[in-house]
C-alpha cells in the first residue's frame, strides 16, 4: 500500500508542476526562477511564459511533441539557462531564440536539428550543446558570427561534413581564411562521430582551444585502425559480478568484478557519449594496455567485447584509491573544474602532479600517437600515501596522425590552464615554484599556438630544475 501511495504521491506531485504555467496566479509565476517542464507531455509552452520575467532556468527535454516555441518567451529577459533535449518536434531551432540575449547555455541534445538557422541562434551564448542531432553542416559565415562567444560547443554525433567556410576577400576572390577563425573564444570543441571527411585544420590554430576531439570521423579511420591492443579480450562469462558499485562517469559504469583470480574495475561504455564512441575509447584503452601505470596512465589488463550481450568495456586494476584532483565542471561553470574550497596544496605536491601528467601525456602523444583530449583535473587520480597522480578516462581521446604536432600543442594548453587552477590552490609562501609555475603556464597558454612548449621541453627545460 506505501508504495502505491509514493507512487500517487509522485504523480500528483508531476500534474502539478506540470500545470504550474496555468493554475498559478500572476504573483505566484513572478516569483519562479527556475522551471521544471521536463516530461510534461506539451504540445505548446503556454503564453503565460510571459508572466515569468525572473525566470533564470528552464527545463522543457523530454517532449516529443512539442513542435516550436512562443514568441512570449522573449519576456522572459533574464533566462540563462534553456534545456530542451529529447524534443524531436522541433526541427529547427525556434525563432524566438535569436532575440534573447540573456540565454548563455543552450542544451539541445537527443534531437531532429538538421541545420541551424544563425537567426535563431542566441548571440551571447557560451555553451551550447547538440550533440546527436542531424545536422550535416556548419559553414555560414553569420552562424559563426553568432557563436564567436562560445567557449564550450558539443557537437557530437550528427552528420557533420562541412565545418566552416572560406571567407570572401575584399576584391571578392575567396580568401585564405576560414569562418573558423571567429571562434576566438573557443576552449572545448566536442565534433567525434561525424562525416568529416578532412580535419577543419584552422581549428588547431584557435589560440583558446584546449579540450578537442574528433574521434570517429572518416578522415582518421586509416590512422585509428593502426591502433593494436596489447591486452585479451573478453567476455562477460569470464567475469564474476560482485555487486559493488565503483562509480559512474560520462562515458560509463564501474563496478567490480573478479576476473582470473583478481578483483578488476570494469568499466562498462556507454555506446555514444558527449565525446566520442565506445569503438575509439576502447581502441585506445587496449594500446595502452597494462603498461599504462608505469606512465602515470590508468590503463587496462583486457577489453570487453561482448556479442551476447552487447557490452563493451575495458578491464582496469582496482586502485586502492578513488580520490580525484578536483570535480568536473557543471553547465555553470563551463570549463572549469570544481576544486575543495580552502584546500591548499604543498610545492612538492604540486610538483608532483605536474611531472606525472606531463609524463602520461608525454607518453600518450609521443608512443602511442593519441591525444586524451580531456585532460582536466577531474581525470586525475590520487594517490595519497605515494603524493602521485594517474590520468584516466580515455572517452574523449582520438588518433592524432599527420596533426601529431599541433594535437600536441592544443594539449599543452590544458596543461597550462591546470597550472593556472593548481597556482589558485597552492601555497603562496612557495616563492620559487610560484616563480617557476607563473612562468610556465604562460609559455603553455600562448595565443600563438606554434609558440608553445613540447612536452618534452617543459619536462627537461621548467619541470626538472625545480628539486
Not at 225 to 239: C, D, G, H, K, N
Request: net charge neutral.
Amino acid at each position: 500500500m506505501s508504495s502505491y501511495n509514493n507512487i500517487t504521491k509522485k504523480r500528483k506531485v508531476d500534474v502539478e508542476r506540470c500545470e504550474i504555467l496555468t493554475k498559478s496566479t500572476a504573483q505566484e509565476l513572478f516569483k519562479i526562477t527556475e522551471l521544471n517542464l521536463k516530461g510534461c507531455s506539451l504540445k505548446n509552452l503556454p503564453p503565460s511564459i510571459q508572466n515569468v520575467p525572473n525566470l533564470i532556468k528552464l527545463d522543457i527535454s523530454d517532449n516529443p511533441d512539442l513542435t516550436s516555441l512562443p514568441s512570449e518567451l522573449k519576456f522572459c529577459n533574464k533566462l540563462d539557462i534553456l534545456f530542451a533535449s529529447s524534443c524531436p518536434g522541433m526541427t529547427t531551432l525556434p525563432p524566438v531564440l535569436g532575440e534573447m540575449t540573456s540565454i548563455r547555455r543552450l542544451g539541445w541534445r537527443d534531437g531532429s536539428l538538421t541545420v541551424l538557422d544563425p537567426n535563431a541562434i542566441p548571440p551571447n551564448l557560451i555553451h551550447l550543446i547538440l550533440t546527436n542531432n542531424r545536422i550535416e553542416s556548419l559553414s555560414s559565415s553569420k552562424l559563426f558570427e553568432k557563436l564567436q562567444n562560445v567557449r564550450k560547443l558539443m557537437l557530437s554525433h550528427n552528420r557533420i561534413s562541412a565545418f566552416g567556410g572560406s571567407v570572401a576577400a575584399a576584391d571578392g576572390s575567396i580568401g585564405e581564411d576560414s569562418d573558423i577563425k571567429k571562434l576566438e573564444n573557443l576552449e572545448l570543441l566536442r565534433l567525434a562521430g561525424n562525416k568529416l571527411s578532412k580535419m577543419p585544420i584552422e581549428l588547431l590554430s584557435l589560440p583558446k582551444l584546449t579540450w578537442l576531439t574528433v574521434a570517429g570521423n572518416p578522415f582518421l579511420e586509416k590512422d585509428q585502425f593502426r591502433l593494436t591492443p596489447i591486452v585479451p579480450i573478453v567476455s562477460m562469462e569470464a567475469l564474476t559480478p560482485t555487486g559493488i558499485h565503483l562509480g559512474e562517469g560520462a562515458s560509463g559504469t564501474v563496478k567490480l568484478y573478479k576476473w582470473a583470480g583478481r578483483e578488476v574495475a570494469v568499466k562498462l561504455i556507454h555506446g555514444v557519449t558527449s565525446d566520442g564512441r565506445a569503438e575509439d575509447e576502447l581502441a585506445v584503452y587496449g594500446a595502452v594496455g597494462d603498461r599504462g601505470m608505469d606512465h602515470s596512465i590508468v590503463g587496462c589488463v583486457a577489453l570487453l567485447e561482448d556479442d551476447n550481450s552487447g557490452k563493451k568495456g575495458v578491464l582496469m586494476e582496482r586502485l586502492p584509491y578513488d580520490k580525484d584532483l578536483a570535480l568536473p565542471p557543471t553547465i555553470i561553470e563551463v570549463t572549469k573544474d570544481r576544486w575543495e574550497k580552502g584546500k591548499i596544496y604543498e610545492a612538492r605536491f604540486v610538483i608532483n602532479v605536474l611531472r606525472d601528467v606531463v609524463k602520461a601525456l608525454r607518453y600518450l602523444h609521443n608512443v602511442i600517437g593519441v591525444a586524451h583530449g580531456d585532460l582536466y583535473a577531474h581525470n586525475i587520480k590520487v594517490d595519497p600515501k605515494s603524493g602521485h597522480v594517474f590520468l584516466l578516462d580515455f572517452g574523449a581521446s582520438y588518433v592524432t596522425g599527420e596533426f601529431a604536432a599541433e594535437a600536441e600543442r592544443l594539449e599543452v594548453r590544458a596543461v597550462g590552464v591546470l597550472i593556472g587552477e593548481l597556482l589558485d590552490q597552492m601555497d603562496k609562501k612557495e616563492d620559487s615554484l610560484h616563480k617557476l609555475l607563473v612562468t610556465l603556464k604562460g609559455k603553455c597558454v600562448d595565443d600563438e599556438v606554434k609558440n608553445r612548449p613540447t612536452f618534452k621541453q617543459i619536462e627537461e627545460k621548467y619541470l626538472s630544475k625545480y628539486k
